[in-house]
């Protein structure tokens, strides 16, 4: 297997939903143990953005993300928001890769400052200091100074900072194939195999120019 066998996914209150939940349903299809930490705020972003109400306590969200996404018994595990004994709240225990998307600038300005007032803040925080996979997909338009200056203080502290743009050079015909874009891309940092989006010269056509 390649890529990591679990991983930190985290949802905060920026508009992009979707691309929070195929990235969940395509870790579940390659088999991955997901950690799955949500905002009160991207709860109700969900909501406004889907057709997807998740239930408020995590055990039945838990139950709900299973069925939602065929994922095994224990596949998907989800932790409340100041659940500090949970995994992903340690380095001995936490994941080697987390993925926060989409990534709310507020969010992202804890990170930068090392902020920890909620489990999914101090989940970066561990993958800051113990030097692990961390990817952050923001989702703002535009970005202000502060949000850039956050961009940069935490791009060279070594986290990906991976800005939900979808591409066009692949010509998607729907709003799904849109998000697939974004959510390749992810996948491919990630080093888990996507057949979402072809990767840049899999398909040249040499001319005879």
Partial sequence: MSGP????LAMTGASGAQYGLRLLDCLIQE????HFLISKAAQLVMATETDVVLPAKPQAMQAFLSEYTGAAAGQIRVFAKEDWMAPPASGSGAPTSMVV????TGTLSAIATGACNNLIERAADVALKERRQLILVPREAPYSSIHLENMLKLSNLGVTILPASPGFYHQPQTIDDLVDFVVARILN??????????RWG?????SDD
Avoid: A, G
């Fill in 5 to 8: 066998e679990r991983i930190t």
């Fill in 31 to 34: 088999d991955r143990e997901v």
């Fill in 101 to 104: 998307v989409p990534c709310s």
């Fill in 189 to 198: 940092l990630l080093n888990i195999p996507q057949d979402m989006l072809p």
């Fill in 202 to 206: 899999e398909h040249h056509i040499v």
